[in-house]
């Protein structure tokens, strides 16, 4: 890619993420298109930024289990942010619900990008660190997971009845991730590539949300420990990035040209766990002394038991990370203010 992109269609832009990056790039001027399932988001979205409506339109992309859901909405584009992806535990087939919509949908994209008439120079894929990590594996403080690694998970692992959710969404990002890098390797088409695997990405909120039910997955967990969860959940991964600067790592994915072909690992540079959220909502929060949980030893920093590299990210594509306490106050002051 050497052009600078002017209009980005952005898929699952009324989701948590995707609201972030579609903020981000209207910020720097470009035009955005915004995908989504329910022209009501959209039209919520769009009527909450009022000094936007010349650069910012909403297409109706049905269920990704449908082939060919993109075909229509590519016209003008040139470029692509595909972040929509199945994210939810609460399922009744996994494969049906979680695997197949990740991979069809990543294929979809690539393919109504590649369709003669197009003029897409990139495509930026948002994966997870769930398709990195191996958590089955206890490597230590000397290891450091990097964009290079690769979850070990089999795709009949993952799809495997007996496969709880979280293990087929782990399997439904590395599969589709991988559909992406392999359709760039077998049909050449006239764009790049850029990856992003980020860990637990937690944040105050841009897209609709009706109530604290609909909070996305990540949120609702970090909200949970403000309303008095007991026990504390443990944290699957220490890793965590703010939403914010998740979005930023992806336009910037998206306009340094020398990003292309490249995976990255986008996660702050300190680690997380609920204890510690649990501790600074409890010290930035009147409200919510007495009603977080004491059922906890408090008073401890989280540290990683592994390495994990998100200075790559910090270098090559310029992101400042926040700290964990800014993102905790940010959101939990949020949620607390409009929705609870
Ligand atoms: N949050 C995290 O901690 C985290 C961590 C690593 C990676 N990720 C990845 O980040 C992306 C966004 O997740 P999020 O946290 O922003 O969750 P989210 O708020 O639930 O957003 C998911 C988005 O995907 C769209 N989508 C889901 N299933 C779909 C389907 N079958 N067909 C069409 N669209 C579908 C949704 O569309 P509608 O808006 O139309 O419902 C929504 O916009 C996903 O790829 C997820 O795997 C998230």
Redo the contacts with the bound molecule.
Sequence with gaps: MTAQPSYVLV????????AHVVDNLLAKGLKVRG????IK?GEQMKAARPQYASQLDFVV?????KIG?FDSVMEGIDAVIH??????YNTTNNEE?LIL??IN?VKSILKASAKAGTNVKRIVL?????SIVDVNSTPGPDFTYTAQNWNPLTYEAAAAPTATSVVA?RG??KYAELAAWDFIKTEKPPFDLVTL??????GPVV?PVANIESL????AGLWAVAAGVDPLPGARVPAWID?RDLAEAHVQALLRPEAGGKRFLPAALEPFSYEYAADIIKSKFQWAKGVVTENYVSGTKPSFPYGVDGRTVADELGVKYRTFEVTVVDFIGQVKENLA
């Design positions: 898929t699952g832009a009324t989701g948590f993420i995707g995908s989504t399932r329910s988001k992309v049905e269920d990704f289990t859901v972040v929509a992806s199945p994210f939810f619900e919509p990740a949908g948002t994966s997870s660190f769930a969404y439904s990002k695997c980020p860990p637990m990405v937690f897209h996305n997955e990540s949120n939403a």
